[in-house]
């Protein structure tokens, strides 16, 4: 007799994850960037392919290793992300949007490294804003992943997280407290309340990685009363 409560929670599922900061060049030896580490995302990587899933993990440039049995796309700018992101989402069950994607930028990337002039004191660059990965992963209307995201904030956090969910049209968001140097960003631990239509549930101070799991776990229950 098949015991399929025995099966891993992911087995058979295809998840994409998007991890790390993205890289805008400004001229070829600058950039504009931010501060994450990409260890919340590949802690997401390693739970998911721990729970029997197949991972893709598009990540940004960091200093991390590649969890075992994940398959690893490396790029660099938010268009790079969003061109890897957006060819293998169909095929994805699973969207995990962990990335800090740069919101903006530079219009007009010089050829050449700028040069610093005796005349001008003060320098104006020009930014653009860059598509929303996530928020496009979400409006697919053939083989829409089950989609997730992460509201990193330092003031408003439940507000501004449930209006995220709503406007980029997620089935759950994963919102951390980023003003407090205890979590997020480089620290090893983390703190999350993840919301839904209709629900939350609160993760406390834990170990990235626990909470990685906790979050699959999660994740795991929702596509299978999705399912029934
Ligand atoms: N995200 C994305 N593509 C972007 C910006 C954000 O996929 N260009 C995703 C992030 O990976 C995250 C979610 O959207 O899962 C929320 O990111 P966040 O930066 O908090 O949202 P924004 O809409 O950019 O709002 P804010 O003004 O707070 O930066
Ligand atoms: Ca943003």
């Known amino acids: 007799q098949l015991q399929a409560s025995r099966l891993p929670a992911l087995s058979g599922k295809t998840v994409l994850i998007t991890a790390g900061p993205t890289r805008e060049a400004i001229d070829p030896v600058r ?14 990587a390693e739970a998911a392919a721990k729970a029997g899933a197949r991972v893709q993990l598009v990540t940004g440039p960091v200093n991390l290793a590649t969890p075992a049995g994940v398959e690893r796309i ?3 700018s938010a268009q790079q992300m969003h061109t890897a992101v957006m060819q293998r989402a169909s095929a ?3 969207f995990i949007g962990c990335a800090a994607v740069a919101d903006y930028r530079v219009a007009e990337v010089a050829e050449q490294k700028m040069k610093k002039t005796s005349s001008n ?3 104006t660059l020009t930014l653009v804003k860059n598509p929303d990965i996530i928020a496009d992963v979400a409006a697919l209307t053939y083989q829409r992943p089950f989609t997730v995201g992460f509201a990193a904030e330092t003031e408003n956090l ?16 994963c919102a951390n407290d980023v003003s407090s ?3 997020g960003f480089h620290s090893e ?3 999350i309340t993840a919301y839904w239509q209709g629900g939350e549930l609160a993760l406390e101070r834990q170990p990235k990685i626990s909470i990685a799991h906790a979050i699959i776990e999660l994740i795991a229950n ?7």
């Open 92 to 94: 994805a069950d699973i």
């Open 222 to 228: 929702k596509l299978t009363q999705k399912r029934q």
């Open 158 to 173: 439940a507000n501004y997280a449930k209006d995220k969910l709503q406007r980029k049209k997620l089935d759950l968001i």
């Open 189 to 191: 631990h983390n703190a």
């Open 121 to 123: 004191d003060e320098l």
């Open 181 to 183: 140097k205890e979590q």
């Open 31 to 44: 950039f504009l960037s931010n501060h994450s580490s990409g260890k919340m995302g590949f802690a997401l």
């Open 74 to 76: 490396d790029v660099q």
